[in-house]
């Protein structure tokens, strides 16, 4: 993956985490909720792998946060 790429995988990951852990649920909890595995949700939220963009959406709809949180701190 290039630089750009990365930046915006770890900045959606870690805002993601954020949501995750505000909400009280552990990566366990949300890995069932969207039917994927811990190792999935915690490469997720490390920026480590460029899964669809549903699987984002899903996890956010599952912590109860709007998607749109992901990209707090998004700046072109």
């Given at each position: 993956?290039?630089?750009?790429?990365?930046?915006?995988?770890?900045?959606v990951?870690?805002?993601?985490?954020?949501?995750?852990?505000?909400?009280?649920?552990?990566?366990?909890?949300?890995?069932?909720?969207?039917?994927?595995?811990?190792?999935?949700?915690?490469?997720?939220?490390?920026?480590?792998?460029?899964?669809?963009?549903?699987?984002?959406?899903?996890?956010?709809?599952?912590?109860?946060?709007?998607?749109?949180?992901?990209?707090?701190?998004?700046?072109?």
């Amino acid at each position: 993956m290039d630089d750009r790429t990365l930046k915006v995988l770890e900045l959606v990951g870690r805002n993601m985490r954020a949501e995750r852990v505000r909400s009280g649920l552990t990566q366990e909890e949300l890995a069932h909720m969207v039917d994927t595995s811990t190792t999935q949700i915690a490469r997720m939220e490390r920026g480590e792998t460029d899964t669809g963009i549903s699987k984002y959406v899903f996890a956010m709809e599952a912590i109860g946060a709007s998607p749109e949180a992901l990209f707090v701190g998004f700046a072109q």
